[in-house]
């Protein structure tokens, strides 16, 4: 009779299929999750390009305001027909754009290059301005200039109002 030697079975090598499959189930899950908050994190810059560009709007047409000439003689109403601006303090939509002194209507919509033309993007802005006196003297007025956006995946307004005290020359 012969002696038989045991034998040694070869040591497990790799995975198994369970193993496989929950590592792929868990990196998928993980993959999902990541471009989930890649599209947001795309959607939140887009929105913060626009708001950038609207206060860079609304910051020019300040200056152009404050570049005017304002001696004793000028009055708010000769810069804007402050009678048919809306009031964004107690508006119901405190981002609609101011009323412009063109008849009441909106102002020419412009782009982030503050052009009408779509050479370099589409007019989506509106900036509006309004002038009010602070005092019966007119010796100071309240500029406030509004550049807003419609936001259509909530179809709400968006924007930004900068405000600023000037005083006559």
Not at 105 to 132: C, E, H, K
Not at 145 to 150: D, F, I, T
Request: glycine residues 4%; contains cysteine; proline residues 6%.
């Amino acid at each position: 009779m012969t002696a038989r030697l045991p034998t040694r079975t070869a040591p497990r090598r790799g995975f198994t299929l369970i193993e496989v499959l929950v590592a792929t189930a868990l990196l998928g899950f993980s993959l999902i999750v990541m471009f989930g908050f890649h599209s947001q994190a795309v959607r939140s810059n887009r929105e913060a390009r626009k708001m950038t560009a609207c206060t860079y709007l609304a910051q020019l047409e300040l200056e152009r305001l404050l570049s005017l000439p304002w001696d004793s003689t000028t009055r708010a109403t000769d810069l804007a027909d402050s009678s048919s601006y809306g009031d964004p303090t107690t508006a119901s939509d405190p981002y609609a754009p101011l009323y412009h002194p063109n008849a009441g209507a909106l102002p020419t919509p412009v782009n982030a290059a503050d052009q009408t033309g779509s050479t370099l993007g589409q007019p989506i802005y509106y900036v509006t301005w309004d002038v009010t006196d602070m005092d019966s003297d007119s010796t100071y007025a309240r500029i406030r200039v509004r550049c807003a956006y419609k936001d259509n995946t909530f179809n709400t307004w968006r924007g930004t109002t900068i405000s600023t005290y000037r005083w006559r020359n």
